[in-house]
């Protein structure tokens, strides 16, 4: 079975830097997505960022960025211009190519300081 | 607007009594998903269903049944077999089997004593 590790339970970050949040996965499919989603302290639970394995390029969303390393097993979100709004839980998730099966990650607690 | 509603918002019952949480979405997904949420731990997948009238267990559907009499609705029953009810429970739905993405519901927290 697919797992996602979240090494990281807790970082914080001062507003306007960057910070890296990291994730790795353990899979032997070659067809699947990841994702990233933040939870805020409402817990709705919002898609931050996807990526398709088959795809080389890094995916991008405005202030967010995904460095993809598929040989490495390993999907980190990088959030640049950090503001008091992204401070949230934030989780990895994998998802299977072949089935609705979805693992997530235990989460990363990210807090942004003034 | 579409989207997913959840409710209510916090439940409260007592130890011994079944209780149905609602997931209702008008996004026409054909799937849907029932997780649950502990605290420092992340979503664990109770049932899902990819159709109307079909649905499958997922890692911890001890305690837990669903029904998917409508595309729009997916409720799911905590019994009073669940040894451990009191959680944060999360409803998503994606538009299609092969979708990628999910899209969740607010979430109902659900507490037993």
């Known amino acids: 079975a697919q797992t996602v590790t979240q090494s990281q339970p807790e970082m914080s970050v001062q507003e306007a830097e960057t910070v890296t949040l990291s994730c790795t996965y353990d899979?032997?499919?070659?067809?699947?997505?990841l994702f990233w989603y933040k939870q805020p302290p409402s817990r709705q639970m919002i898609l931050v960022i996807r990526?398709?394995?088959?795809?080389?390029q890094n995916a991008t969303e405005n202030r967010f960025s995904v460095n993809f390393q598929k040989a490495a097993k390993s999907f980190s979100l990088k959030i640049s211009d950090s503001q008091l709004g992204d401070t949230a839980m934030y989780f990895c998730?994998?998802?299977?190519?072949?089935?609705?099966?979805?693992?997530f990650g235990a989460g990363t607690r990210l807090t942004v300081k003034p | 607007d579409g989207g997913i509603t959840q409710s209510p918002k916090y439940l409260f019952r007592k130890e011994g009594q079944n209780v149905t949480l609602s997931c209702e979405q008008n996004?026409?997904?054909?799937?849907m998903y029932w997780y649950r949420q502990d605290p420092g731990q992340g979503l664990r997948l109770i049932y899902y269903s990819q159709i109307v009238n079909d649905f499958q267990k997922g890692d911890i559907a001890e305690g837990y049944s669903v029904s998917r009499e409508k595309k729009e609705s997916f409720p799911l029953t905590v019994t009073s077999a669940q040894k451990n009810p009191t959680a944060f429970y999360l409803c998503?739905?994606?538009?299609?089997?092969?979708?990628?993405?999910?899209?969740f519901g607010p979430g109902t927290r659900l507490t037993v004593t």
């Open positions: 998503a739905s994606s538009p299609h089997r092969d979708s990628g993405e999910q899209y």
């Open positions: 899979t032997s499919e070659s067809n699947y997505y």
């Open positions: 990526q398709e394995a088959y795809k080389q």
């Open positions: 998730a994998f998802r299977s190519g072949n089935n609705n099966d979805m693992r």
């Open positions: 996004l026409n997904h054909d799937a």
